[in-house]
Nanobody, 122 residues
Framework: QVQLVESGGGLVRAVGSLRLSCAAS????????IGWFRQAPGKEREGVYC????????YYADSVKGRFTISRDNAKNTVYLEMNSLKPEDTAVYYC???????????????WGKGTLVTVSS
């Protein structure tokens, strides 16, 4: 059974850092495309960062360029989102999701975690 569990969210001050974890079970993260998405109150869900299956190529949103990084630990079957220089506008519920294709589109994701809340205070 495929399962994704996010953790690592919390309250942090602006310019601070957090590392989110997405622990997977039921499949190997190295063989899947894993995406991080976020949804702020009153806003649509947006893709933040994604790592594709096989070659590990990545996609990221312009809004997080130079501040966020995605990584994958195949031994722990976990994907991480390292978030630095956080801004109040990064406040959102962050979700990880997966599919066995190479698409980073939210519409292509087959499984989703329940999310973890990140709140950035000014």
């Amino acid at each position: 059974q495929v399962q994704l569990v996010e953790s690592g969210g919390g309250l942090v001050r602006a310019v601070g850092s957090l590392r989110l974890s997405c622990a997977a079970s039921g499949f190997a993260v190295g063989a899947a495309t894993i995406g991080w998405f976020r949804q702020a109150p009153g806003k649509e869900r947006e893709g933040v960062y994604c790592i594709r299956r096989s070659d590990g190529s990545t996609y990221y949103a312009d809004s997080v360029k130079g501040r966020f990084t995605i990584s994958r630990d195949n031994a722990k079957n976990t994907v991480y989102l390292e978030m630095n220089s956080l801004k109040p506008e990064d406040t959102a519920v962050y979700y990880c999701a997966t599919n066995l294709r190479r698409s980073c589109s939210s519409n292509a994701m087959d499984y989703w975690g329940k999310g973890t809340l990140v709140t950035v205070s000014s």
